[in-house]
T-cell receptor, first 112, second 112 residues
């Protein structure tokens, strides 16, 4: 069964410092991968997606992620954290609409 | 504007009562989904529907029911058989491929 592992349940960074949220997927084939962000009591908003084109994917709000097949990783990064980035982030793998697998989420705290 | 709308945003239910959560989309998507979100557990799939008049159980369908009489609508009923219904419920829709899902803003259900 496919699985998505978000390696950190909580990440805390200072404003202006880099952000790294880690995600590993399990599929042996080339999956479709997504990062979503969720602010408190809100729905999920798509940050970026990988669908077998360029391995470095740029998203909204300055986020990007790199697909590394050799490491089965799809880590989310941002060069400089902003207070508004504080939220929960989900890594998602899609293998057909009935096989969408969510990670358990990483809560990002940004310290002023 | 195209989007997906969930209502109500907050819902309170007495024990033993059924309650129905609304989800409507005007994105012309074929597939629709219901997820349940609990703290620290990510999102878990309740039901999904690929096409009108058809739906499939997800990972945690017990105590829930759905219908898909129209392409735009996918209401979820939380029945009295659901032992622990207090949670945040998210509806989503997508095209029938490995494309991203679009989420509603969620309904927070509390049993009192």
């Amino acid at each position: 069964a496919q699985s998505v592992t978000q390696l950190d349940s909580h990440v805390s960074v200072s404003e202006g410092t880099p952000v790294l949220l880690r995600c590993n997927y399990s599929s042996s084939y080339s999956p479709s991968l997504f990062w979503y962000v969720q602010h408190p009591n809100k729905g999920l908003q798509l940050l970026l997606k990988y669908t077998s084109a360029a391995t470095l994917v740029k998203g909204i709000n300055g986020f990007e992620a790199e697909f590394k097949k050799s490491e089965t990783s799809f880590h989310l990064t941002k060069p400089s954290a902003h207070m508004s980035d504080a939220a929960e982030y989900f890594c998602v793998e899609a293998g057909g609409y009935q096989k969408v697998t969510f990670g358990t989420g990483t809560k990002l705290q940004v310290i002023p | 504007d195209g989007g997906i709308t969930q209502s109500p945003k907050y819902l309170f239910r007495k024990e033993g009562q059924n309650v129905t959560l609304s989800c409507e989309q005007n994105l012309n998507h074929d597939a629709m989904y219901w997820y349940r979100q609990d703290p620290g557990q990510g999102l878990r799939l309740i039901y999904y529907s690929q096409i009108v008049n058809d739906f499939q159980k997800g990972d945690i369908a017990e105590g829930y029911s759905v219908s898909r009489e129209k392409k735009e609508s996918f209401p979820l009923t939380v029945t009295s058989a659901q032992k622990n219904p207090t949670a945040f419920y998210l509806c989503a829709s997508s095209n029938n491929r490995n494309t991203e899902a679009f989420f509603g803003q969620g309904t927070r259900l509390t049993v009192v």
